[in-house]
C-alpha cells in the first residue's frame, strides 16, 4: 500500500469559540492554566517543532527534540507542552486565589524528586447508580486489607462523589512500583467487593460500578488536594478524615467553605503522616 508524503505544514486544532461562557447558578469558574501549542514533523531522521504560528521551537523544547529524534518513526505529532505553577508559600497561593484558581491540583511527587511519589494514591470513583454508602464500605474495606498487611493509611473526602486514601512512599519507589502496589490493592479489593465495585479504566465497562481508581499513580496526574475547595455547589471541600469518621452518616457536604477553617483549627493537619518516612514495599514482599 502506497503511504502519503509527511505534509509540509498541519495547523494545530485550536479552541473553539463561543458567544458567552457556560453560566448556571451554583456554579463557579476557575483559571485554566495553558502550555504552547506546537506539531512536531518527524521524517527521514529529521525533527522540525514548530508553533501554531510556524515558529521553531526545536531549542525551546529541545528535550523534546531529542526524545522525537531519539524515537525514530517518520509521523507528525501533535502535542502541547504545559506550564505547571509551583506556589511555595502563602503568598503564592494568595495570588492563585486572586486569579480565581478554586481547586489546587497537585502531582504525587515533588519537583525536587518528580520520578518517585510521596505517595500512593487509591481514589474511590462512583458510577452513576452508585450510592455514598457503598463507597463508604469500599473505603473501609480498603482500610482492612492495609491493615492486615500492617500499612497505615489517611483517607479524606474528595469534595465531589468519593473518597481518596493516601499511602505515604517517602518517594522512595518509580511511579511504576507505585502503581503496581495500587494495583494489587486495588485487585484484592475488587475480590472482597465484586458486586459493586470494578478496576476497568474503561467508562463503558463499569456497568454502574464504583471504580478503584490505581492508575492515578502515574508522571502528572493529579487529584484534588486535601483542604482545596471544589468548583461544586456549596463550595466543598476535600477534607482529610479521621478512619472513625468513614462511616455511615458521612456526608461530602460536611465540609465546605464555611466550617474548613475551624475544623483544621480543631483537628490539626491530619494527613501530616502522608508525607513522613513510608512504608517498605520489600518487607511486604
Avoid at 99 to 115: C, F, K
Avoid at 150 to 169: A, D, E, M
Avoid at 234 to 246: F, I, K, R, Y
Wanted: glycine share 6%; net charge positive.
Amino acid at each position: 500500500m502506497k503511504k502519503d508524503p509527511i505534509p509540509k505544514v498541519i495547523k494545530p486544532m485550536l479552541a473553539t469559540l463561543v458567544n458567552k461562557p457556560f453560566d448556571e447558578p451554583g456554579w463557579l469558574y476557575e483559571v485554566k492554566w495553558d502550555g504552547y501549542r506546537a506539531v512536531a514533523y518527524c521524517n527521514m531522521g529529521k525533527v522540525n517543532i514548530l508553533s501554531r504560528n510556524n515558529k521553531p521551537f526545536n531549542e525551546k523544547f529541545y528535550p523534546v527534540y531529542d526524545a522525537l529524534l531519539a524515537w525514530g518513526n517518520n509521523a507528525v505529532v501533535d502535542g502541547e507542552d504545559k506550564n505547571f505553577l509551583v506556589p511555595e508559600d502563602a503568598a503564592a497561593l494568595l495570588y492563585m486565589a486572586n486569579l480565581g484558581a478554586i481547586e489546587m491540583n497537585p502531582w504525587n511527587s515533588t519537583i525536587h524528586n518528580p520520578d518517585y511519589p510521596d505517595w500512593c494514591m487509591i481514589d474511590l470513583d462512583p458510577d452513576k447508580g452508585n450510592t455514598f454508602e457503598q463507597v463508604i464500605e469500599m473505603a473501609q474495606t480498603v482500610k482492612v486489607v492495609l491493615d492486615e498487611l500492617k500499612i497505615k493509611s489517611y483517607p479524606k473526602t474528595s469534595g465531589s462523589t468519593g473518597i481518596h486514601i493516601y499511602i505515604p512512599l517517602g518517594a522512595k519507589y518509580t511511579y511504576e512500583e507505585c502503581q503496581l502496589f495500587g494495583k494489587i490493592i486495588a485487585t484484592e479489593v475488587h475480590k472482597r467487593l465484586p458486586k459493586f465495585t470494578c478496576i476497568d479504566r474503561m467508562t463503558r465497562n463499569r456497568k454502574g460500578k464504583l471504580y478503584i481508581d490505581y492508575l492515578q499513580n502515574q508522571p502528572k496526574a493529579t487529584l484534588a488536594a486535601p483542604y482545596s475547595l471544589r468548583p461544586k455547589p456549596g463550595a466543598t471541600v476535600s477534607m482529610p478524615l479521621h478512619w472513625e469518621e468513614v462511616k455511615k452518616g458521612l456526608q461530602m457536604k460536611n465540609f465546605n467553605i464555611k466550617n474548613a477553617i475551624g475544623r483544621i483549627k480543631s483537628e490539626g493537619d491530619i494527613l501530616k503522616g502522608v508525607l513522613g518516612r513510608g512504608i517498605s514495599l520489600k518487607k511486604l514482599i
